[in-house]
């Protein structure tokens, strides 16, 4: 068994909240770039600019996706349980453990073990929704038994 739904959570968001963290100091460090550019008269470097606007642009929707995950964890009931599988569930399967939330990919909790955090837009997902423990999926070929919904 996996750590609690809380624990898990809570680990997604530090994920997210280090994304967010990341992406903003990478456009605080690409803003003061593009200021200090700015400052000489040398125009070799427009070519430069142009780099930074764009790295600037990416990171800026880097971090707006990553706010947007933030809020959407944030709609996650830590309390609810629920056969079926849905939005906020953790499934045990045959081969892995799913935490169906955000698409962060492989979480490592604090005691060793492994949970894929996927979004509801994950092709898996729509295999294994509105299924309960004891029901079966086939996925990339390969079926997979549904051993607990948490």
Do not use: W
Not at 24 to 51: F, L, P, R, V, W
């Amino acid at each position: 068994m996996i750590a609690s739904k809380e624990e898990l959570y809570l680990k997604c968001l530090d994920t997210v909240d280090r994304q967010i963290k990341k992406y903003q100091n990478e456009m605080d460090q690409i803003k003061e770039s593009m200021e200090n550019n700015d400052a000489h008269t040398d125009y070799d470097e427009d070519d430069s600019k142009g780099q930074l606007l764009g790295d600037f642009e990416k990171y800026a929707e880097y971090l707006d996706n990553s706010r947007k995950m933030k809020e959407k964890l944030s709609r996650i009931d830590k309390t609810h349980y629920s056969e079926v599988i849905d939005f906020g569930s953790v499934v045990e399967t045959s081969d892995n453990y799913y935490f169906i939330s955000v698409a962060l990919g492989k979480i490592t909790l604090d005691e060793g073990s492994t949970v894929y955090a996927i979004s509801t837009d994950a092709p898996i997902f729509k295999e294994m929704k509105g299924k309960k423990a004891g029901d079966k999926f086939s996925f990339n070929d390969k079926e997979q038994e549904i051993k607990e919904v948490h």
